[in-house]
T-cell receptor, first 115, second 111 residues
Framework: NAGVMQNPRHLVRRRGQEARLRCSPM?????VYWYRQLPEEGLKFMVY????????ESGMPKERFSAEFPKEGPSILRIQQVVRGDSAAYFC?????????????FGSGTQLSVL | KNEVEQSPQNLTAQEGEFITINCSYS?????LHWLQQHPGGGIVSLFM???GKKKHGRLIATINIQEKHSSLHITASHPRDSAVYIC?????????????FGQGTELSVKP
C-alpha cells in the first residue's frame, strides 16, 4: 500500500508562471489536506478537500491559489502567477475518515522555488 | 502569542540521554499530534493523543487536557532521532482540517 505521493518533489518556476502540485492520497483515503511551510516558519493549514468538494479553504490566500480533488485522479494545488513569496514546501496529508482525531499520513512534500 | 507553543526551540543531546519536548496550547482541542520531520523534509505522524499516554518503542507521548500541555519523551536517544519534532492540535471548534502547528523543536543527538 503506497503512501501519500506528491509530485514533483522539486518545482522551479519564474515569477508570473503557474505552478501545479499533485497529491495522490493513500489507497482508500478520501480526505486530503494541504499545508504550506514557508522558510524559517512552521506549517500552516491551507485547505481541506474530500472527493469533488472543498470542505475548508480558510487557510488559502484569496487570490491566485486554488485546489481541487476530482472524482478520478490526484488532488491538485494550483498557484497562478507565482511570486517569490510563494517559495515554500507544500505538504499534503490524507486520512480515511472525517474526524478530527484521525491520524494523518503525510507526503514527502513539493519544494517550490520561484526565481 | 501562538496558539500552540513548543519548547525548547533547539535541543542538543548526547547519545543515550533522555529527552523531553514540551507543547502547550491555548485552544480547546479534540486531539493532538506529534510529528517528526526529517532533514530531507518528509513528515511522519508519531502519535495522535486525546488523553493519557502512548508509547511506541523509545518514544512516549503524554497529554494533560486540564493543563493544556503535552510532552514527547525519547528514551536512550540516538543520532538517528535527530529531526524536527512538531506538535499540532486539532481545534475543537473546527470540523474541517485546520491543524494548528507549533513552531517545531530541532533536535540534534550527538554520538
Amino acid at each position: 500500500n503506497a503512501g501519500v505521493m506528491q509530485n514533483p518533489r522539486h518545482l522551479v518556476r519564474r515569477r508570473g508562471q503557474e505552478a501545479r502540485l499533485r497529491c495522490s492520497p493513500m489507497k482508500g483515503h478520501s480526505h486530503v489536506y494541504w499545508y504550506r511551510q514557508l522558510p524559517e516558519e512552521g506549517l500552516k493549514f491551507m485547505v481541506y478537500l474530500q472527493k469533488e468538494n472543498i470542505i475548508d479553504e480558510s487557510g488559502m490566500p484569496k487570490e491566485r491559489f486554488s485546489a481541487e480533488f476530482p472524482k478520478e485522479g490526484p488532488s491538485i494545488l494550483r498557484i497562478q502567477q507565482v511570486v517569490r513569496g510563494d517559495s515554500a514546501a507544500y505538504f499534503c496529508a490524507s486520512s480515511p475518515r472525517q474526524r478530527n482525531n484521525e491520524k494523518l499520513f503525510f507526503g514527502s512534500g513539493t519544494q517550490l522555488s520561484v526565481l | 502569542k501562538n496558539e500552540v507553543e513548543q519548547s525548547p526551540q533547539n535541543l542538543t543531546a548526547q547519545e543515550g540521554e533522555f529527552i523531553t519536548i514540551n507543547c502547550s496550547y491555548s485552544v480547546g482541542i479534540s486531539a493532538l499530534h506529534w510529528l517528526q520531520q526529517h532533514p530531507g523534509g518528509g513528515i511522519v505522524s508519531l502519535f495522535m493523543l486525546s488523553s493519557g499516554k502512548k508509547k511506541h518503542g523509545r518514544l512516549i507521548a503524554t497529554i494533560n487536557i486540564q493543563e493544556k500541555h503535552s510532552s514527547l519523551h525519547i528514551t536512550a536517544s540516538h543520532p538517528r532521532d535527530s529531526a524536527v519534532y512538531i506538535c499540532a492540535a486539532w481545534d475543537n471548534y473546527n470540523q474541517g482540517g485546520k491543524l494548528i502547528f507549533g513552531q517545531g523543536t530541532e533536535l540534534s543527538v550527538k554520538p
